[in-house]
């Protein structure tokens, strides 16, 4: 089969999962959708729950593995759709649908590269192919859950929308409850200990952190105040206020190092949700990203959240389609941006996995 009839397959797969409801746990028939994808190539696959996932023919337990991965799982769509989100159809060269971009772009041509290596002997890495569930709400049986069941991974390229640049970093995240304290009382009399008026000067000190150390990828740690609750009558001054906060860490700092810095420092009381969610990161002279740097890729810090944050080796994101689409109504992906994404993905990987490559593993 040539690369453009693979191409055209990808494409008609990616149309196949816009058309089927998959929001993150519910993904069983677009999983039964990329199983056929493996029984019409005779390529043998795994399933857990609703993860698939299959490995290169001439496999050898003595080779580093290279792990490809996407989601097939999508957000739900937001009330700003005009667009049946579950219609695949080209518009002036763009393929609509929920899922087009994020991820199935990513997905469907990561797939077809897995195929176009399949059969390819003395390989210097094994590749492992994971089209996973759960990943947009980092659901217990998502890649990370999964992972256990694996083989060891040595690399891994996550299939997110890039532009197709090597997005070589990736914030972690840390989410914290905090609570701004006060004295509880009648509207009508006077309170010098107001939990609303004390959260001005605790908002003002979130709005006014700076984390020292900064990244070359990925800049400085970001925090943001995203939620705010207090009170529930209007004749009560509450005794609390609620706050949620989001950091996005650099790699500069470990998320418990984050958390024991807010813990020590906030002007209230805060305790982080989880600190699973690291920063990830692969060597800018690492073969993968070289190869890609030789065809004209750029490399860059990303900063939003992927399954990247699963893994514990170092890993590159890239993909076709562009972050910005990502959750938005309407949402979209370039059929070209496809073309190119499978051609870039099989040059980069011809590069990298040549049976001798000029720099280490």
Same mark, same amino acid.
């Given at each position: ?26 993904? $069983?028939? %677009? ?23 299959? +490995? ?64 390819? +002997? ?31 991974? $040595? ?36 309170? $010098? ?20 150390? %900064? ?78 740097? %030789? ?8 900063? %939003? ?41 099989? +040059? ?14």
């Amino acid at each position: 089969m040539t690369q453009q009839e693979l191409t055209q397959k990808a494409i008609d797969l990616l149309k196949t999962l816009i058309s089927i409801q998959s929001f993150s746990g519910e993904e $069983d028939q %677009t999983a039964d959708a990329i199983e056929a994808w493996f029984k019409s190539f005779d390529i043998p696959y795994e399933r857990v729950h609703n993860n698939v996932f299959a +490995k290169n023919q001439y496999w050898d337990d003595s080779k580093p593995t290279l792990l490809l991965n996407s989601h097939h799982d999508t957000v739900k769509p937001n009330k700003a759709y005009t667009k049946d989100p579950f219609h695949p159809h080209i518009e002036d060269g763009k393929l609509y649908g929920l899922g087009s971009n994020d991820a199935g772009g990513c997905l469907v041509s990561l797939i077809a590269t897995f195929n176009h290596f399949y059969a390819a +002997k003395n390989l210097n890495h094994n590749l492992l192919m994971v089209a996973s569930m759960e990943e947009e709400n980092a659901g217990p049986n998502s890649l990370r859950g999964l992972l256990p069941q694996l083989p060891k991974i $040595d690399v891994a390229i996550v299939g997110e929308p890039t532009l197709m640049q090597l997005a070589i970093a990736e914030k972690g995240l840390v989410v914290f409850d905090a609570v701004v304290k006060g004295t509880p009382s009648h509207a009508a009399h006077p309170n $010098d200990n107001n939990s609303i008026y004390n959260t001005i000067e605790v908002l003002q000190w979130f709005k006014n952190y700076k984390f020292e150390k %900064t990244s070359e990828a990925l800049g400085d740690v970001k925090m943001t105040v995203t939620q705010i609750n207090g009170g529930s009558q209007h004749n009560v001054v509450p005794s609390q206020v609620e706050l949620v906060i989001d950091v996005r860490v650099n790699d500069a700092y470990s998320n418990k190092e984050i958390a024991d810095l807010l813990k020590a420092e906030a002007p209230c009381e805060i305790k982080e949700r989880g600190l699973k969610l690291n920063s990830s990161k692969i060597d800018k002279e690492h073969p993968l990203v070289q190869s890609g740097i %030789t065809l004209g890729r750029t490399t860059y810090g990303s900063p %939003t959240l992927s399954d990247q944050a699963a893994l514990s080796c170092q890993s590159l994101k890239l993909g076709p389609g562009d972050s910005t689409r990502s959750h938005s109504a309407n949402e979209y992906i370039y059929v070209k941006e496809i073309e190119e994404g499978i051609d870039l993905y099989i +040059k980069i990987l011809k590069g990298f996995l040549a049976p001798n490559p000029q720099k280490g593993q």
